[in-house]
């Protein structure tokens, strides 16, 4: 059984409220103190992100180079993604639409993605790995091969 308190359905808007508690995890077990076991669905929707001062590290070396960028990610429960961004890089701003994406959740709500941005200065998949926290309305990131620096997820 779901508990749910007035404070709670009203922070999370209507959207949230219709969403079957499944969306989140396989279990209940979390109510009862356990470990709650996500899946790919746990992170199912539209999300806005950003990323704070990060430092880009350039394909093929070179010094490293501030870096920051917002944009979106919409997660379709299967284990594809799609990535819009607008990155700024050395003061310079580059606009993405990711070719593909995919990503992986696993039970203990850490995940993985990776996605494809053709045009950019990186032509390798770029990868992440994240956590669910806040009791899957956020995700915390970092990107594990070009950049030095974190990604904040929230749901839009």
Known sequence: MMVVTVGAVVAAGASLAARD???LRDDDD???GNHPRYTNRSIQGIWGFSSQLAMFLPPGGGPPVP???VGRISFDGKGGCSVTSVVNINGQT???QSSSCS???GPDGMGTSQAVFPGTPISDPVPISFVIVD???ELLAINTRFLVGGLTFRRQ
Request: net charge neutral; aromatic share 6%.
């Open 67 to 69: 870096t920051a960028g």
């Open 30 to 32: 979390s109510q009862k």
């Open 103 to 105: 990503y992986s959740v």
């Open 135 to 137: 009791q899957g309305r």
């Open 21 to 23: 508690d499944d969306a």
């Open 94 to 96: 580059v606009t993405s």
